[in-house]
């Protein structure tokens, strides 16, 4: 067969490559490490490239305009190896990688109303044992156990093998005297059963030294990790960091894709565990606790998430009807998939409910205490899967709405995750102003701007509409060309410049196009009825709803009455909305302490009622209704009329 | 630090070790592989190789005669590398090295008295699953387990998260038609708990298609596996293999200290691992089994064995007061440890007594149905580790007695294994005789004769007393230098000679010594000491014993009316003894069919009573007593002093 040479800019060794090769497998060969967030779909056009000697085969250039092929761009996913070539990959995409493993600064309550009355599975038993004698030949083992049942009454423990192989040498190593921490089944009356020996300790160890637990939130962007003292309660220390998965997939759908490509399943797999293990060696430092001694980690995630940390399949999530292979895992050790904490430590995943409302919303709930309530709530778990449920402690209904990460940032042109550089926020100065049509910002970390993140879309689509920049049906009004530099005809269709080139970091202006829009549009639009259907599907007015409790750390960012005026939230009065920040570790957070709120856990899985969307054409047409800003029935909106009025410049 | 070159005659490439390097390392980096019966522990002689170019310095030259230094052999245990030599592995270690992997013919038999209406935990279930669909969408592991529940009625059941990963496609693979393979813990009252998935096959398979199950025996010499299968009982194939730990040490002493020395422990279970793997392969084969159809496999080994198997530090076991690190070890799955069969499939390591007492014996005792029997009975593992049981249903006590490989060949200058070439039987012509002094033998697949193995040398030793070669102290007797050319004083001391170099295969002469009777006389002293002290321990006079069982394939060669000439079994009736082969393997058939034996095993491990014999004196003067041929206390032997009689020329 024949083979072409491909040289990379920047990278000493060329590779050689068979006919028909795609470019993106080329560049790793390489080493060359290039994102590809909609899992090299050809969507997303993260992963362009410039080719600057030779040609390629482009089986699409979708998001590349004629002037970009023109130049040699190329989208690495769909470019396929014909010639020798030459390639530079762009500094956009540098920096997009740089994205990936920049640190955020998300700020997370613990929750204050919790009792400190736990009731913890893992204990730690200090055991002085009889050393053996030529007429006492117990087996070290037996020994053990004889000296765990007096101190505690336990009649039966399990031993890992590769305690047991650790066990002999440990047990002499201080003349006998040890300290065991074991983990056990904690039933609804409070007694234990299936316990199981963690780790032995060469040592008396004092009782109020630290053991320590992980709560784990593997979100599709961001994974966050809390270090628990397991004693008293207390988080010791907190990181996120974003899932490593980014630069293969900005969604489930994309990730699910990508992992059943060959040793895809593996690479997602290892690239959560470098993640969380990035965060477990941050938190330990920080906290000065030894990984070894952490012997428990509590998991939430939504059902993809889970799938792929575990290693599990996920295809059957994509494929109607739509099928996880286990809503309830089954415990493991952290030494089965090599987490870096002590490999006894069972991990304990925590149970979804179906493929799209998975454990971060079962553990949602927990922590909002929605199924303690007599109060009518709405939980929206605002993010790319958009998970919402209603209800109180008598009945949960919940679903999921796929409403895409444009929110996130992604699949918009400009978009950006909320990082340094972001636009945060956004204004058109309007009716009364000289120039209605100009923006102001504000950006996240006092630097020039390089895109807009999700409270900034929502911000500026808001304020677009206000103005009259777009009409209801989110078009731009192109009537304003010749009144505005900042609307035109763009590349990519009718676009409305937020930057000019001056202002903006790369010199690239940022601009919000029609295509975007309508990305931003169907995320709202699917969020919104989501939660009208599901109300609907119970016979309850959204009026009657008292309180309205926004989960995931993107909720902390929504300015509430930018969001009911693009008709993402429904028009109530502001107080019904509480922001509560990262839900999912937060209930990972009580399941990991008390045993009783992890029964909780289980049973708000079972007891909630999933409604799939998708089952009928209710969904189909309350989300059509809702493609307008802020909505076909404008009747609902009544605070948005009055701020149309006040702003709008025709 | 000074290198030196290190070229081993027929390696291509030279290599390079800093002085002070032992010349077995070096082989070792050199790929060459030497054994080392002993353990490196310069005693047995077997790794002796010759250099000629260069020298080294000797730390020992035990087993070396001084032509030999001369001649530049020298041990590769005990020889530092100080400057550039060349080294030639001799022939005899080629030999000795092909010896490991030769296949033994070893006849088992299957316990007749079997009861069919067996209990066995495995068991094999057909499901027809609903398929998913859009208003019934549980996820697939609920699915299998409600219809199994439906099926069954068990209420729990446990999954790997290895299959669980496997499941999603299995389920798919044959439109939701699977049948699954379950294990489970049986209770005494025939209950299961604990059901764990072992398999799920994509198919309705048929109610007759065989599964199956291994019992394997895992020797300190020799491995042996049957394949069993599990719904008839049948035993489908079996096949035995020398273990292939044995280059690393000829007794468990050896192997714990091979094992203690750097990667020693991962390269001993490695060693087993791949002998067991092997035989699997070939029973496999065999039967037209696909080793993924294994899915249970129960272990009968000694302490040292079982340990070493599971890849436990066995240390313990060799220094006082000689402890094991766990007696009973807990199941664990083929793919823990990599035996290559369903990787799912429990691995049950029947339960030991002790250190010297292990799963072997306590196997061999429920396939002797000793435990049940009203007759007083003497249960005897003639083999490495000698250990004895006496009792009957009402009670049992037990011991070990340390009596060293000399049975096995080795220890002994011209000892070897029962293969090809062994003289298994020797005749001396005795009194009657024109050459009173002349001997006769039999060889194992009538070949030249190459060594003799143990049922020859317990022959040749009992000919030589009774023909007055040697004295009753087992000192060979040199007034007979001159009346025949076989005795004579030899390089390691008088000797006899049994074969002349024209006879045999190498053309070296085949004789024993002084040193050899010793080391004979020390393995039949402890043997016969042991069950003495045993039966004086609990007030039981020997006369009392009705039956004598003897297990251990090496039991199937002795010839009795020698054993007892030589003092290695008590002078009774020939028809108490009872030669039962392989009763390790009988054991761990029987329980890994049903869970009474296995139940069983359990018992008679808790009641057997473990006498320790160096705890006093008592076992000490015995095995002194015992030192004479055939006994100090020659009334205890009257058949002996009757043959002595017939046969002796003086």
């Not at 491909?6 to 795609?22: A, C, M, N, Q, S």
Request: hydrophobic residues 40%; proline residues 5%; glycine residues 8%.
């Amino acid at each position: 067969m024949t083979e072409h040479t491909v040289i990379f800019d920047g990278v000493k060794k060329p590779v050689r490559v068979p006919t028909g090769t795609l470019l993106i497998e080329a560049a790793h060969l390489a080493g060359v490490d290039i994102g590809q967030p909609c899992g090299g779909q050809g969507r997303c056009g993260r992963c362009a490239v410039q080719i600057t000697q030779g040609t390629v085969r482009r089986r699409s250039s979708l998001r590349l305009s004629p002037e970009d092929v023109a130049q040699g761009f190329a989208l690495a996913c769909q470019s396929v190896i014909e010639g020798d070539i030459t390639v530079t990959v762009p500094p956009q995409e540098k920096i997009e990688r740089r994205l990936t493993t920049d640190r955020t600064a998300i700020e997370v309550s613990v929750p204050t109303d919790y009792d400190p009355s736990f009731s913890q599975s893992i204990r730690r038993i200090s055991l002085l044992l009889n050393p053996p004698r030529m007429d006492d030949q117990t087996d070290d083992w037996s020994r053990l156990r004889t000296a765990l049942r007096q101190k505690t009454g336990v009649e039966d423990i399990q031993i890992s093998l590769n305690l047991l192989k650790k066990m002999g040498a440990v047990l002499r190593e201080n003349n006998w005297q040890i300290t065991v921490i074991t983990d056990a089944r904690i039933e609804l009356d409070g007694s234990r059963s299936d316990e199981r020996l963690v780790a032995i300790i060469p040592d008396l160890v004092p009782e109020d030294d630290p053991v320590y637990g992980l709560a784990i939130d593997i979100g599709t962007t961001t994974v966050t990790v809390w270090l628990v003292d397991l004693i008293t309660g207390k988080v010791e220390a907190q990181a996120s960091e974003y899932n490593g998965q980014i630069s293969r997939g900005e969604d489930v759908i994309s990730r699910i894709i990508f992992s059943s490509k060959n040793g895809g399943q593996e690479e997602l797999q290892n690239r959560v565990l470098d993640t969380i293990n990035q965060l477990i060696a941050q938190v330990s430092k920080r906290a000065h606790a030894k990984p070894q001694d952490i012997v428990k980690a509590t998991v939430a995630g939504n059902s993809t998430m889970t799938h792929l940390f575990l290693g599990i399949p996920a295809s059957s999530i994509r494929l109607s009807p739509f099928i996880t292979a286990v809503n309830q895992p089954p415990l493991i050790t952290a030494g089965t998939i090599g987490l870096g904490i002590n490999p006894e430590a069972t991990i304990d995943c925590l149970p979804g409910v179906a493929s799209y409302v998975g454990a971060d919303i079962t553990a949602g709930v927990l922590a909002c205490r929605m199924d303690e309530t007599e109060k009518l709530s709405l939980f929206l778990d605002v993010g790319t899967n958009g998970e919402t449920v209603l209800g109180s402690r008598e009945w949960l209904v919940t679903c999921a709405c796929s409403a895409g990460p444009a929110f996130e940032g992604a699949g918009v042109l400009n978009g950006m995750r909320a990082t340094k550089g972001a636009i945060e926020e956004c204004w058109i100065a309007g009716a009364n102003s000289e120039h209605p049509y100009e923006p102001t910002y504000r950006v996240i970390g006092k630097s020039k701007p390089r895109g807009i993140c999700g409270s900034g879309l929502i911000s500026l689509l808001a304020e677009m509409f206000l103005t009259g920049v777009v009409d209801k049906g989110g078009m731009i009004n192109l009537s304003l060309v010749g009144s505005t530099p900042r609307v035109r005809e763009g590349e990519h269709g009718p676009e409305y410049v937020v930057a000019w080139g001056s202002e903006t970091e790369s010199g690239q202006e940022i601009s919000i196009s029609n295509v975007d829009i309508d990305n931003l549009k169907r995320a709202k639009a699917a969020i919104y009825a989501g939660f009208t259907v599901l109300a609907q599907s119970v016979g309850v007015p959204l009026e009657m709803v008292e309180q309205i409790l926004i989960g995931g750390s993107f909720g902390k960012y929504i300015n509430v009455e930018k969001a009911v005026q693009i008709g993402l939230l429904p028009d109530m009065p502001w107080d019904r909305f509480k922001f509560l920040g990262n839900t999912s570790v937060q209930g990972a957070y009580l399941a990991l302490l008390d045993w009783r709120y992890r029964d909780r856990v289980k049973d708000i899985a079972s007891q909630m009622t999933y409604i799939e969307l998708s089952a009928d054409n209710t969904f189909f047409d309350a989300f059509m209704s809702a493609m307008f800003l802020p909505h076909t029935d404008i009747n609902s909106f009544p605070s948005v009329t009055a701020a149309v009025e006040n702003k709008s410049v025709t």
